[in-house]
Each structure stands twice: as structure tokens, then as C-alpha cells.
């Protein structure tokens, strides 16, 4: 049982708990949105007694993290929470006869010392209010009876915490003295590690124990670190100064030798270490006393992402879309008055059947840009929630972008029809037109009429004006967060602590999930801007981006080698044998061998489905770059396309909106740059499992979740194996790219198209062309030869460094602005996306005809030659 559970320290240590396979229920006056199914909850208050009596009913452990922060005076309703809350839980402990409870405490319990740190056999001598009702609650617990640990913590810190402390910090000045003292603080994934330690581990001794990181660090140094402006006169500080802020620097040094030599433990965060992570939680917020706001023109850190199992607030419940044997252990529930979904533009960033740890990465980082736009766009009620909870879907293990959501986001926008943006916009291809996109039942609405237009209207400006305006600034600090990460990382993993490890993990994925929501902030500008061009244009207007796109960066990386491999015979002698290169290369062309690594080090963390956790990345195997150089040698370079023709009303919204597309694919490059790191850092742990017997291959470490890894279940191997045979079936579950209400499953034969036959979906880059087909698959895009017709489900950006020697691109899935796409039309690679059933149809090996103007198909002939050649129609 687990007090304050929605509290920084209550919810890490429930889901360590529930990851090891305990179980958990948690009493807070707030119930979390992100709060776990899998853990009971109680909404209540410490001081009631009846409903204390009731949680601890029946458990054998109370982790207590209930207490009230009042620094400033001895105040009733505080030491009613504090005092009287814990008499409470001893008492209910008493009558049902739990054995041990864990209590939060802190170094406030020793009073001010300016000596030696105090070890926790020193004398108490409590100066502050809230010192005074520590040490009383711990004199409490002490003469108990039961089991009893006092973790006396310094200040939490780090990105998860959300709470005084980030009040404190994300003051828009911080007085500093230069002659203070350094302070102690601890992370919150340490905080989290001792705390669930301390309720399950039976070798630990009743007593109190000092949690603090390595180190000290000033108030100077933290706002450094945060990057917010200080005040150093006397006067003016002692005016802006707050009680909470002087609690903070009014702790004393604590002793941590016990945590080290009889816990054996040492924090994975150094103190500076904790600051500077801290700089995610309070970026783009700003506080003032106990009124705190985010900025209109930044992008927050999500800490609270919505569950999407629990009922909404008129009770309805979500009920499963597919049929049963199609439905996985993270698919998405749906409530049936949001039912049509569409997997075109997401399938691209996540091929499934996707994996578990894909599952707490992308997935998760995509829930939490639905969180973002939700908050952004403030529809209210259900349709705010259903955001905040569904805008995107997981069906069959494979994402799915909320159509019925996507309508409602639309409704914001003023003096547009949201049907003619879903249906005509050309974002979201021409599969969604098949569908309705209501049932049945549909939500409550707001009222419509002038006040609601007005409103609209102002949502719209705020979110196009701040979006736009603070973008640069979002993009550069993420690449900042990235190239900070990289640091933190070393080349040799081994390195690495376990504990170091785990925390790398959770701080790279936790990168990756700001990415998304950047990539939603992008998502969110781009698509207003575009609105306002239909509107000046009178239809869509193709971008001038740019082939300098970092999505690019791939393509562009072929073409630089194969120029460079053209004017060396003897790369081209040693490109044209079989086997791996490198080495050769290497030995015989070591200028080329250097324009290699040179390459890599700027795509090395790109790759087919590259942000499948499974997938390998070019720097994983640059054999994979080298042959594709290779097979582009005698590829002829494609003209560089024109710039489109835009109207010069528009040019201005055009620009800015080329601009966010832009800043889109750097965002999105570093995200998976993330990703690449956060891969090598769960293979390193895979090792290290597989080495202990824990895990019987390095691999499976991506069929777990990554919240479940520094706190593992309690047979790993097993839930591995269930996880595995699950991936195995849903490989044979094909959903349908677009449905609504229910799915059933897509038969996985198709009639395949004979000669004179064709298919069409959406060209979204002209050029016509004759080649053989190739059915595509990211372990399979070696396959591809030069001058074949490139048909895969969906690319990703990863896929696009084969697009130089690809006689064109069809995919089944995407859209104009997707990716691949954006790709393609800067390069002049003839590409046909939203083709149905392209992989299942097209004949493998048959010479086809690709209309990228057009977007048809057309098939030629069957069962052709090994030696037949294709040219290039126009």
C-alpha cells in the first residue's frame, strides 16, 4: 500500500512495485490520468481513518509518501496531514497486522548544521515546522512495533518531478548568494530504487538512512544549469525569496555512508547531474508563489500521459475494436463514439507487428503529443479527453492515426469545414474517404454560433503564433538534450553501472518521448499553415523545402560516395566484388574508407523501420551503405526538380510553413538518433541479462518494456516467451488500413494483377517508369536491385537512402507529406503512395509501369528473364 501515490515518489515506486509483480494500491486525494490498471486506487485523504483502515486492509507493506509541504508556519492543516495522517496509518497497521512500513522523511529532521554531514545516529534538533513534524513522525514510527525504515531524502530533483521543488525552479528569477553553501539533492530514479528496495528487501534493518546524490551544488549552479536569470542583491533577493526556496537551501549536509556500505547502493545522478536534468521539468513553465502556467510559445515535458483502459467521465467504458484472436497485449480499447481509425503516415515511423519495448518508446511518445495537442486546443469535455487519451490507436500491434479525433481537431479551426480537411486535405490520403467517420452515438458538443467561432479563432492564433514562434527555440534545445545524452554515454557501455545503466535507459527514452511531442508541435503549426494556404491558393500547394532536409541526409550520403567511388577505379574494382568491403577498403582506399565513417557518424543512426527497437541502423551494419553505393554506381543522377510555382500571396505562409516542415525532420532526425542510442543501451543490458541467466538471448531484452527493466518481473524468460509467440501471431493478423467501429482481419491472399491490368493510389512525384517489381521489407531491402520498382507497405525515412539506384517508389501506406514522400519529390524519385494492397497484388519480378504523375500501376508482363533491362520511360 502506497500513500501519496500521485507524488513524485508515490508513482515511481508503484510501478516498480507492479513491475516485480506485487500488488499495489494506492490512496491519494488526486488520482493520476496515467494511473495503472493493473494497481487498485483510492481516492481519499490520510486524516480520514475509516479510509485509512480500509487501503491497509490486507497489506503487508505501507510505503508512507502522504505529507504536506508548509515551510512557512506551524500550520494545523498540515500537521493534521502529517502527525495525525501517519498516527492514522500506525493505527490501521495495528488493527490489521502489517509488518513493515517505509517512511518519507528528510534531512529537515537534523535541524541547521554548517559541520561535518550528519550520520543518522546524530541528535535531532529540528528547528523548522516541517522538521518538527518529521522527527515527531519518525519518533512515531520508531516506537511502533513493526518494521520501519526512515529514508531521510535530500530534495528530489530531475525531469519527473513536478511538485514545490519545480515550483521553486521554475521562478522566473532566483536569488543566489555567491558565499552560500552547496546543497544536497538526489534524483528521482534513486529516490524510486531505494524506496521500493526498502519495502520488499527483508535484510534491511529497521532505522533511518540518508539518501542524497555524490556531491553538492549551489543555487548559482542550478539556475546555470536550468538556464534561468539570477538576482544577487541582498535586498531584491530577500524580496523575491519564498519560504518553499529557503526550506531548499536550509537543509543540512547529510552522512551517506550507510546507504553505500550496509546498502550496498551508490546513485547512478551526481548532484549537478540532477540539476541538469531538472532543466526538462521546468522548461517553458514559469511560477510565481503557487501560481504556475506553462508558456504559451514552448513545448512542455509530458509527465502525465492518459491511460487509455480507464472510462470516461460519464462512464462509458472502451471496448476492444478487433476480433479476439487479433487483438494484442498492447492494443488500444476504443470508445465506440471516436471509431474510424487509419494507419496511413504512422505506419510509416512504426512497422508492425512493433515490439514491447517499441510499445513504452514510440507509442508512448505519440500518446503524449495527443496529450499536448489536447492541451493546446482545450475542446473540453469527452473530445478533450479522447485527445488526450486516443489520438492515436494501436490495433493488431500496428499504429493507427484517430480519424473521428482528427475531425474534432479539425472543428477548432475557424471558417474551415473539418469534412473538407479530412476527406479532401490529401494529409491523409484517399483511404479515409471509404469510411464514415461518425457511429452511431457521437459525444456531447459544445454549442456552435459567434462566441464559439470567436473562440476557435483565438485557439487557432495562439497555437499558430506561439507554435511558430518558439519552434526554433524547441528544436535547438532538443538537439542541445541529444548532443547532451550522446555525452553521457560512453563508447565502451561496459563502463557503465547497473544503475547508470537503468537510468540512461529511462532518460533516452524519455528523450524520444519529448521528440514525439515536438514532432506533434511541428504536426500542429504545419497543418495551420496549410489550412491558410488552401485558403489564399484555393488548394494544396507542394513545399519548397529543399534537398538540405535531414530526412534527406540518407539519399543525399549515397549519392557524395557513389561520386566519390566514380572517380577511384580501384573503389569501383573493389565495390564490384562479393562479400563485405570495409576492411578492403580500408587497406586499399583509405580516402574512401574515411568519406564512410565520415557519413556515418552524420546517418549512422538511421535505417529501414528505424524506430522498430529491433531494427539495426546503418552504423550497425555499414556493409548495408557500402552495397547500396554499390548498386548506384551506374544509377543515372535524377535532374533536380523544379521549385514549385506559388502565388505571391502565398509565398510568405508558404515559407513559413517550408520552414516547419524543415524543422520537422530535424526534430524527428534526433529523435531517432535517441532512439539509436536508447537500442545500444538496451542491447548492452540484453548482454548483461543473457550473461546472468536472466534472459536466455541479449535480443530479448526488446520484448520487455522498458519500464519493466529496472525492475524486472518475476520470470523474465517466461513473459519473453509469451511476448515472442504473441508477435508470431499477430504477424499473420493483417488489420485493414482503415475501418470503423470493429476491424476484421485482411485475408492475407490477393489476386494478383495480370498483364494490361493496373492499381492506383496518390503520385506524389512525377516521372514515368518501367522496372521490376520488388517486394520490399525492412530485413529485406538489400534485396532490392538497381533499377527495380521499390513496393513496400510503408517506408521510412531509413528506406530512402535506396531511393538513388529505386526505379520508384509505391508504398501502400503514406501520404503527401509524409516523409518518404517529402523525399522523393525533392530528389525526382517517381513515387506512388496509398496504392491498397500493393505488396499483395503486384506480381514479385513482373515488369510494371510506374505513372508517378498519374499514381497507376500498371502491370506489362509476367515471369520475365533474369537478363531483361528497364529504361526509363520519360
Not at 510559445?297 to 472502451?318: E, Y
Request: net charge negative; proline share 7%.
Amino acid at each position: 500500500m502506497v500513500t501519496g501515490a500521485s507524488g513524485v515518489i508515490g508513482r515511481g515506486v508503484v510501478l516498480r512495485l507492479l513491475s516485480q509483480g506485487h500488488d499495489v494500491v494506492g490512496l491519494s486525494r488526486h488520482r493520476l490520468e496515467s494511473w495503472p490498471s493493473a494497481a487498485s486506487f483510492v481516492q481519499g485523504d490520510v486524516r480520514d481513518a475509516a479510509v485509512v483502515r480500509q487501503v491497509v486492509s490486507g497489506a503487508h507493506v505501507v510505503v508512507h509518501c502522504a505529507w504536506a509541504v508548509d515551510p512557512a508556519a506551524d500550520d494545523p492543516d498540515s500537521r493534521e496531514i502529517n502527525v495525525g495522517g501517519t498516527a492514522n496509518v500506525l493505527d490501521a497497521m495495528a488493527r490489521h497486522g502489517t509488518r513493515r512500513i517505509v517512511l518519507a522523511s528528510s534531512a529537515h529532521v537534523y535541524g541547521i548544521e554548517r559541520g561535518e554531514p550528519l550520520a543518522e545516529d546524530s541528535h535531532l534538533q529540528p528547528v523548522s515546522a516541517h522538521g518538527l513534524d518529521k522527527a515527531r513522525v519518525e519518533e512515531m514510527v520508531a516506537v511502533c512495533g513493526v518494521q520501519w525504515v526512515a529514508i531521510r531524502s535530500a530534495a528530489v530533483l530531475g525531469r519527473g518531478v513536478d511538485n514545490w521543488v519545480r515550483r521553486v525552479l521554475s521562478s522566473p528569477l532566483l536569488p543566489v548568494d555567491p558565499a552560500a553553501r552547496g546543497i544536497q539533492v538526489v534524483h528521482s530514479d534513486d529516490a524510486h530504487r531505494v524506496f521500493a528496495r526498502a519495502a520488499v528487501d527483508p535484510g534491511i534493518d529497521s532505522g533511518p538512512v540518508n539518501l542524497a546524490a555524490p556531491g553538492e551544488i549551489t543555487l548559482h549552479e542550478i539556475a546555470d544549469a536550468l538556464g534561468r536569470p539570477t538576482v544577487r542583491s541582498r535586498k531584491l533577493a530577500t524580496l523575491i525569496s519564498s519560504p518553499e526556496l529557503n526550506l531548499l537551501l536550509s537543509a543540512p549536509a547529510m552522512n551517506t555512508a550507510l546507504l553505500h556500505h550496509k546498502w550496498n547502493f551508490s546513485p547512478a545522478w551526481t548532484a549537478p547531474e540532477c540539476a541538469q536534468d531538472s532543466a526538462l521539468a521546468v522548461r517553458g513553465r514559469i511560477s510565481i508563489g503557487t501560481w504556475s502556467a506553462s508558456l504559451p510559445w514552448r513545448l512542455t515535458h509530458v509527465q502525465d500521459i492518459p491511460a487509455v483502459d480507464t472510462p470516461a467521465a460519464d462512464g462509458v467504458a472502451p471496448v476492444p475494436a478487433g476480433p479476439q484472436n487479433g487483438t494484442g497485449e498492447f492494443d488500444t480499447p476504443i470508445d465506440p463514439r471516436f471509431p474510424t481509425f487509419l494507419a496511413t503516415n504512422l505506419s510509416e515511423a512504426l512497422p508492425g507487428p512493433f515490439s514491447p519495448s517499441s510499445a513504452s518508446v514510440t507509442v508512448k511518445g505519440l500518446r503524449a503529443g495527443g496529450a499536448i495537442i489536447a492541451r493546446r486546443l482545450r475542446p473540453g469535455g469527452l473530445i478533450q479527453r479522447e485527445m488526450a487519451t486516443r489520438t492515436v490507436g494501436v490495433f493488431a500491434h500496428r499504429l493507427y492515426g484517430a480519424i473521428t479525433t482528427a475531425h474534432f481537431m479539425a472543428e477548432v479551426v475557424p471558417f474551415v469545414k473539418p469534412e473538407t480537411v479530412i476527406r479532401q486535405s490529401g494529409y491523409f490520403g484517399e483511404s479515409v474517404a471509404a469510411v464514415p467517420i461518425h457511429g452511431e452515438q457521437q459525444p456531447p458538443r459544445a454549442p456552435g454560433g459567434p462566441l464559439r467561432t470567436i473562440r476557435n479563432l483565438g485557439v487557432f492564433a495562439a497555437n499558430l503564433v506561439g507554435l511558430t514562434t518558439g519552434a526554433a527555440q524547441d528544436t535547438r534545445d532538443f538537439v542541445d538534450d541529444i548532443e547532451r545524452l550522446e555525452a553521457q554515454v560512453p563508447q565502451d557501455l561496459s563502463q557503465l553501472t547497473d544503475e547508470r545503466l537503468q537510468s540512461m535507459i529511462l532518460l533516452a527514452r524519455d528523450h524520444v518521448i519529448d521528440g514525439w511531442v515536438l514532432a506533434m508541435g511541428s504536426f500542429m503549426s504545419f497543418a495551420a499553415l496549410s489550412v491558410i494556404l488552401r485558403g489564399l491558393n484555393g488548394r494544396d500547394i507542394v513545399l519548397p523545402v529543399g534537398q538540405e532536409l535531414a530526412s534527406a541526409q540518407p539519399l543525399s550520403a549515397v549519392y557524395r560516395l557513389a561520386r566519390a567511388a566514380q572517380r577511384d577505379p580501384n573503389v569501383v574494382r573493389i565495390l564490384a566484388a562479393r562479400g563485405d568491403h570495409l576492411d578492403e577498403l580500408a587497406a586499399h582506399a583509405p580516402e574512401f574508407h574515411a568519406a564512410v565513417l565520415a557519413e556515418l557518424t552524420v546517418i549512422g543512426h538511421r535505417g529501414p523501420a528505424e524506430v522498430e527497437m529491433r531494427s539495426s541502423s546503418y552504423a550497425d551494419d555499414p556493409e548495408l551503405l557500402i552495397r547500396m553505393v554499390a548498386k548506384s554506381l551506374d544509377t543515372p543522377i535524377r535532374p533536380e526538380t523544379s521549385p514549385p510555382s506559388i502565388p505571391l500571396r502565398a509565398r510568405p505562409v508558404a515559407l513559413l510553413a517550408a520552414r516547419q516542415l524543415r524543422d520537422r525532420e530535424v526534430r524527428r532526425d534526433r529523435m531517432v538518433r535517441a532512439i539509436w542510442l536508447l537500442r545500444n543501451l538496451l542491447r548492452e543490458l540484453g548482454r548483461r541479462l543473457a550473461n546472468s541467466g536472466v534472459l536466455g538471448d541479449a535480443d530479448d531484452v526488446f520484448y520487455l518494456l522498458v519500464d519493466e527493466l529496472d525492475a524486472l518481473p518475476a520470470d523474465p524468460a517466461a513473459l519473453v516467451a509469451r511476448r515472442r509467440a504473441e508477435q508470431i501471431r499477430l504477424a499473420g493478423v493483417v488489420p485493414p488500413p482503415v475501418f470503423s467501429g470493429d476491424w476484421r482481419a485482411v485475408p492475407v491472399a490477393a489476386t494478383a494483377l495480370n498483364p494490361g491490368q493496373s492499381m492506383s493510389g496518390v503520385g506524389v512525384c512525377g516521372g514515368r517508369v518501367r522496372g521490376r517489381v520488388r517486394i520490399v521489407r525492412p530485413d529485406t531491402i538489400d534485396d532490392l536491385q538497381a533499377g527495380e520498382i521499390l513496393v513496400a507497405e510503408v517506408t521510412d525515412v531509413g528506406y530512402t537512402a535506396a531511393f538513388s539506384y529505386a526505379g520508384a517508389v509505391v508504398t501502400e501506406l503514406g501520404g503527401p507529406m509524409s516523409h518518404a514522400a517529402v523525399v522523393a519529390r525533392e530528389f525526382g524519385v517517381p513515387c506512388v503512395v496509398d496504392v491498397h494492397d500493393a505488396t499483395r497484388r503486384l506480381p514479385p519480378g513482373a515488369l510494371v509501369e510506374v505513372d508517378g504523375t498519374g499514381g497507376t500501376i500498371r502491370v506489362l508482363e509476367l515471369d520475365l528473364p533474369s537478363d531483361t533491362t528497364f529504361d526509363t520511360v520519360e
